[in-house]
């Protein structure tokens, strides 16, 4: 008996363990994800063992489509890599031609990584590649439309943390909803064993302007790595 | 008072909010051009229009952050939206293109390929010399090793190669086909070789242009293997002398934090002659004053210093002479 599936989103829904996109490129799988038809619309794989998005998406405790940008809405991507992930991001918020008319930046320093996602890119309008550095702020300004509804850090440094802090705290719009992922190899380089590399990450976050809703372990899905999902409080 | 820029516009807004000046970029807008501008934008710099408002109000501070956050700010138009999408496409593949001018990723490739052609070089050349030893009894190992692949390749038969060799006919020949393996596997060989002395080649003339000094102190191949690990030339002359001589001993380092004694030189370091001959108590010490050394040549070379001449590189050897003539005797033990 098939799961009945459960919408996160307009473009994103859960079927038992497994993720799915309204796929905004008909036809087309990026990274070769199984595609399914449902009537007229088709949906795309999103598969959480190679996306932390995913992972968190299936595991967090609360609700999952709080952490999910609306359709339409400016996102920022930090270490976008090939941009598997930031398909998927994209499906959701800009869809088929962009007819929600969002915008994901989309940011990486590397540039085998930037030519898998160009090519993403020029087939995916509201998708802007940007080859550079995610930690300068005025390096990515230039791209952005408007401070960012929802943005998400994933780069294999050490101090994410901090580097986080300081790039939401330029871009994120109050209100907005921010992930952050963590890679214990990449912490490695401070003291310490996994856990209490973690556990500073989270007091750099807990210091700062931004409120942590959930700390959520990918273990299973992607071991070794958390993902952090905060909320920079909106003023008035 | 401050000012708000993005590719488009630049507009002056005094502390209360107001928009007191605006200039718009008003020559002709290409692709080409836009995609210059985020670059500039990108590197930190204002926009021609910014740049204008600041010269105009000296007291106005350029904000790179101000447009975005900026609620006044006009939206792109339709068309904007297209130039904007295109640029940034261009500008995205212009820096993958530009990848290839970075001598550190071609040096990389190079320095790579060349090692990894040497791993793979040492095994086959082994197996082939072993191969062909055990049919052909009488032949000198040591002595034959370098015209061993190069013989069999060419030979017709194992008959024929032996008589290349200069030996009698072996009693037990090998089957045709395990000969025609053989044989091939020696053709391997001698392509490979080739191929390694190109690599390595070219290895050694980049090395020489890009750190001519660092080449003359460790080698041209030794330099090159240093900049790859240390992921380009930049972070190579940034690092101190201390990192520099651990360089590659990764290893040896993460058994050091777990309370072993440190690793007294990277491999690197470890196959020039003035440490791999040298005894080993004096290792250590050379090799700290080789890594100082080195440290500062990657430094010359990087920031544009004087190349050193062979004078200079002598007075290092001399140097290294020094520290081992200073320790004849291993130290005792306590």
Redesign the interface.
Not at chain 1, 128 to 132: C, D, K, N, Q, R
């Given at each position: 008996m098939p799961r009945r599936p459960v919408k996160l989103g307009w473009g994103v829904r859960r079927e038992g363990r497994s993720l799915w996109t309204r796929n905004a490129v008909r036809g087309i799988s990026v990274r070769g994800e199984r595609r399914k038809r449902d009537s007229r619309i088709e949906w795309r794989a999103w598969d959480p063992t190679r996306s932390k998005v995913a992972a968190a998406l299936l595991l967090t405790g609360n609700d999952a489509s709080d952490m999910l940008p609306e359709p339409g809405s400016t996102c920022l991507y930090l270490g976008a890599s090939t941009g598997s992930t930031v398909s998927h991001i994209h499906d959701h918020v800009c869809g088929a031609g962009n007819h929600h008319g969002g915008q994901v930046v989309a940011v990486e320093i590397s540039?085998?990584m930037?030519?898998d996602?160009?090519a993403l890119?020029?087939k995916r309008?509201g998708l802007?590649?940007?080859?550079?550095d995610a930690r300068?702020?005025?390096?990515v300004?230039?791209?952005?439309?408007?401070?960012a509804d929802w943005m998400h850090q994933d780069l294999s440094i050490a101090d994410q943390a901090q580097t986080f802090v300081k790039m939401a705290g330029?871009?994120l719009k109050p209100g907005g909803t921010g992930l952050l992922s963590l890679k214990a190899a990449s912490e490695r380089s401070s003291d310490g064993d996994d856990d209490s590399r973690f556990a500073k990450a989270a007091r750099i976050l807990g210091e700062s302007e931004f409120e942590v809703v959930e700390r959520i372990d990918l273990a299973g899905l992607e071991d070794q790595h958390i993902l952090f999902h905060v909320l920079l409080p909106a003023t008035d | 008072m401050r000012i708000h820029f993005d590719w488009r516009l630049a507009r002056a807004i005094d502390s209360d909010g107001n928009v007191v000046d605006e200039l718009d970029w008003s020559s002709k807008r290409s692709v080409g051009a836009l995609a210059d501008r985020l670059a500039e934008l990108q590197s930190g710099r204002l926009s021609p229009e910014a740049r204008t408002l600041a010269e105009r109000f000296a007291d106005a501070e350029a904000d790179h952050l101000g447009a975005m956050s900026d609620s006044g700010w006009p939206e792109l138009d339709e068309d904007e939206q297209a130039l904007f999408s295109e640029a940034t496409d261009r500008l995205a593949r212009r820096g993958v293109a530009d990848a290839a001018a970075d001598f550190d990723r071609r040096l990389d490739m190079l320095s790579s390929a060349a090692s990894e052609l040497r791993a793979s070089w040492t095994t086959s050349e082994a197996r082939c010399v072993e191969w062909a030893g055990l049919f052909l009894a009488e032949l000198d190992l040591d002595g034959q090793r370098r015209e061993i692949p190069c013989a069999v390749a060419e030979a017709g038969s194992i008959d024929e190669a032996a008589k290349a060799l200069g030996i009698s006919a072996p009693e037990h020949k090998p089957s045709s086909a395990e000969w025609e393996a053989l044989r091939g596997h020696a053709r391997g060989v001698v392509e490979l070789t080739g191929r390694l002395e190109t690599a390595e080649d070219a290895t050694r003339e980049l090395a020489r242009e890009y750190v001519p000094t660092l080449s003359r102190v460790v080698g041209p191949l030794g330099a090159a293997k240093m900049i790859v690990l240390a992921r380009g030339r930049e972070r190579l002359a940034r690092m101190p002398s201390g990192s520099l001589q651990v360089l590659g001993a990764s290893g040896a380092m993460a058994a050091h934090r777990r309370g072993a004694p440190p690793p007294k030189h990277s491999p690197t370091l470890f196959s020039l002659p003035q440490i791999s001959k040298s005894p080993r108590w004096v290792r250590g010490k050379i090799a700290r004053f080789m890594a100082g050394k080195c440290s500062i040549a990657v430094r010359v070379d990087h920031f544009d210093g004087e190349p050193w001449d062979e004078e200079q590189i002598a007075e290092i050897n001399r140097e290294c002479e020094n520290i081992r003539n200073r320790f004849p005797k291993p130290p005792k033990r306590g």
């Open positions: 540039p085998r930037m030519r996602l160009t890119a020029s309008p802007v590649p940007v080859l550079g300068i702020p005025h390096a300004a230039p791209y952005i439309r408007s401070q330029a871009f | -």
